[in-house]
């Protein structure tokens, strides 16, 4: 618990003590005393039960042998409505999906709309901490952390699409990834593509990361090139980074209340900065007591090892001597990215003009390497201005910019998009 202590302070320090002073900004002082409807105090349940949904928590066990926590979220007790799997972004927990609010996020959205929504955790964060062999997640140096999202790729996404098949009795299953969420989904497809033509009815891409060379965040470019805390960490031996669990954050509240700028110097310095300020202040303290949930300082050096690889997405580089044993070649090997042409299930890729993780290059990349020869293929991509990083899911008008329209994706499985708001601007 000491180390996990460590990890929040460090953070705290290193990224946001900066931005954390005193502030006039009549939005920033009302953080520290308002609690957006009382949802900073209440746990996931009674959130999601208070806002007239039903609530379940499952527990599904990887192949190798990981306990990850999906929550399910419905109007019925038994649930007709299509399956939707919603998976989170590095560091970032389920409760992404609800942070913006009852009438604003995206889980929520979906639910009312007659989805069976199921919102899963990754391992290694503070939702996913079990593990059928007995490693213990708190030991900083166990080999529960040995894992980067490669595992999560080829183990934890489809271990929650067949245990979502296998409660909900559909053939197929929806998918929405935020960032790293997205990233799963295409490993998977570059190893088995069969495996989501056969088993994924649509999917959703908000902010997929795969190309990263163009990245503009100055913070991540810092911590990939000059300053590499976490290739550090991992060398001697840390093995984890700001997990917490759950009965552990609250322990946030009373300082996200008392330097409510701290957002500023953790989130738009990673992943981009809007100038409609989209993200709801108020909604911090609820952030600090459920999210984020952290990683495997593996996950993250792999990261860095992307950033650093000239626009390669490749597997995690272990050093010359142990690649040879894995790989049989002193290099990371590379996703094969041609498998993705093989790809038959409607995708929709989404991003922003002001994220500074995921460029527009990036994305027209993305959109290369997926496009086939297949007249019936679905394949669409908007770009919302003024949208960052995370605007996707905490964004004050995600729900009437893009979430309407998501749900016309699943609902009508369109051909093409059926309205233009606006603030998009389609790819062609």
């Known amino acids: 618990m000491n180390f996990a202590k460590t990890n929040l302070l460090l953070l705290f320090f290193v990224f946001a003590f900066p931005h954390a002073g005193e502030s006039v900004d009549q939005e920033v002082v009302e953080v520290t005393s308002l609690d957006d409807n009382g949802d900073a105090s209440k746990t996931i349940s009674e959130y999601v039960e208070g806002n007239g949904f039903k609530f379940e928590e499952h527990k599904v066990v990887t192949e190798d042998g990981y306990i990850l926590t999906l ?112 990233t799963q989904y295409f490993i998977k497809a570059s190893v088995d593509p069969e495996f989501v ?3 994924i009815e649509s999917f959703v891409a908000l902010g997929p990361a795969i190309f990263l060379s163009s990245c503009k965040s100055a913070l991540v470019r810092i911590l990939s090139g000059s300053f590499r805390l976490f290739d550090w960490m991992h060398a001697i031996g840390f093995k984890y980074f700001y997990v917490l669990p759950p009965n552990m954050l609250g322990l946030t509240e009373s300082i996200c209340r008392k330097f409510p700028r701290m957002y500023y110097g953790l989130i738009p310095t990673i992943g981009g900065y809007s100038e409609g300020k989209n993200f709801d202040l108020r909604r911090w303290p609820a952030l600090c007591t459920k999210s984020p949930g952290g990683t495997s300082t593996q996950n993250l050096v792999h990261w860095m090892q992307m950033l650093r690889s000239g ?6 580089d272990y050093g010359k001597r142990k690649n040879l044993l894995i790989y049989n070649q002193e290099t990371p090997k590379e996703y094969d990215l041609g498998q993705l042409k093989k790809v038959t299930v409607p995708t929709l890729i989404v ?34 201005e003024d949208y960052a990083h995370l605007d996707f899911l905490w964004g004050r008008n995600a729900i009437k910019d893009l979430y309407m329209n998501l749900s016309l994706i699943h609902i009508c499985r369109c051909r093409r998009l059926l309205t233009c708001r606006s603030r998009w601007s389609p790819y062609h």
């Open 311 to 316: 626009g390669k997405f490749q597997m995690f």
């Open 351 to 384: 991003s922003g003009t002001k994220d500074a993780l995921i460029s527009e290059d990036a994305i027209r990349k993305v959109m290369g390497v997926l496009k086939n020869d297949r007249s019936d293929q679905v394949l669409e991509s908007i770009r919302l």
């Open 197 to 199: 033509n056969a088993n």
């Open 71 to 182: 929550w399910r979220i419905h109007r019925n007790k038994t649930s007709n409505g299509p399956p939707v799997i919603l998976q989170h972004g590095v560091i970032d927990a389920g409760f992404t999906f609800l942070l913006s609010g009852a009438n604003r996020c995206l889980a929520l959205y979906l639910g009312r709309k007659g989805f069976d929504v199921w919102i899963a955790n990754n391992r290694g964060q503070s939702y996913s901490l079990g593990h059928t062999g007995g490693y213990r997640w708190f030991i900083p140096f166990s080999k529960y952390w040995d894992f980067s999202f490669h595992e999560m790729a080829l183990y934890d996404f489809p271990a929650a699409v067949h245990y979502v098949k296998q409660v909900t009795g559909y053939s197929k299953v929806n998918f929405i990834g935020h960032s790293q969420g997205a």
